[in-house]
């Protein structure tokens, strides 16, 4: 059997704040695995420590116990392979559309002269990330000049720039209204056939969970832990019409009886 691309062993986290001696189990006993390629969406309670376990696999937190491994490699730092967006797209004011998407290529790369040396592709893959969710020609506008469901496209974008192999999304849609974040659904779900990488979607959206992943974890209440998981078994590609279907309904039903589980 191949070896998972992300796999995550008996993790626990607590934290400390300056000078707790206790401080806060968020999770415990947490293990999870993901194939390359695979997208799949956590779920659970608020507090639950599904970002947690975003920042564990990603290299900005460590467990106090266990093990994360992605792509083979133990997780040590930052996992340079991986890109993030968030629930706030986060887009600096006094920088271009373009200049923020391609702010990933300034940290990724360890000179700068190879940004400069680079600059007319670098800008060339920035114009059509844009163009591919549907920003064509937006690329001089500032922040202020775009809507949010514009600034969150651009954010998408962002995180993709470097081409990486594992896209982590934090409820990058909760903010938007219902009509916006169904749109967004369908761009990920472009990007991911088109580009193949790897998805973990954090939401509190299961409509979105069962529309998007393969597969829908449900984490229990704080300390987290994986509770159940749901294979979604629909055939791709999925279009919106789907979530009107008997059988999406019955997989959304699932997954808020394992939330209310999880509660209780």
């Known amino acids: 059997m191949a070896a998972a691309f992300i796999d995550v062993e008996d993790v626990a986290l607590r934290y400390r704040p300056h000078g707790a ?6 999770v ?27 920042k564990l696999v990603t ?3 460590f467990p106090s116990a266990g093990r994360v491994r992605v792509a083979g490699d133990a997780v040590t730092g930052p996992v ?43 800008h060339e893959r920035a114009d059509a990330l844009l163009a591919s969710v ?20 651009a954010s998408l ?37 088109e580009k193949g990488f790897t998805t973990v979607l954090v939401t ?5 969970a069962a529309f998007l992943a393969d597969r829908v974890l449900a ?3 704080r300390p987290g832990r994986i509770l159940a998981e749901r294979t979604v078994d629909l055939p791709r590609p999925r279009d919106l019409e789907v979530i009107y279907t008997s059988e999406f309904a019955d997989i959304v039903y699932e997954l808020r009886g394992h939330i209310a589980h999880a509660r209780s």
């Not at 001696?21 to 968020?26: F, M, N, R, Y």
């Not at 706030?88 to 998407?101: D, F, G, K």
């Not at 509190?204 to 979105?208: G, N, V």
Request: charged share 20%; glycine share 10%.
């Open 80 to 122: 340079n392979i991986a890109g993030m967006a968030f629930q706030n797209p986060v887009m600096l004011p006094w920088r271009t559309t373009a200049a923020n998407v391609l702010l990933p290529m300034e940290i990724v790369q360890p000179h700068r002269s190879n940004i400069r040396r680079n600059r007319a592709s670098y």
């Open 134 to 153: 549907g920003l064509e020609g937006a690329g001089e506008k500032f922040p202020w000049q775009l809507s949010g469901g514009m600034q969150q496209r």
């Open 157 to 193: 974008c962002r995180a993709l720039i470097h081409e990486p192999k594992l896209l982590m999304l934090d409820e990058p849609f909760a903010a938007l209204d219902a009509f916006t974040r169904e749109e967004l659904w369908c761009v990920i779900r472009d990007l991911q056939a």
């Open 219 to 221: 984490m229990s209440a």
């Open 21 to 26: 001696v206790e401080g806060t189990l968020a």
């Open 204 to 208: 509190h959206d299961l409509r979105e």
């Open 59 to 61: 290299g900005l937190q």
């Open 28 to 54: 415990e006993g947490l293990s999870l695995s993901v194939a390359e390629g695979e997208f799949v969406a956590v779920v659970g309670p608020s507090g639950c420590g599904k970002s947690t376990l975003m």
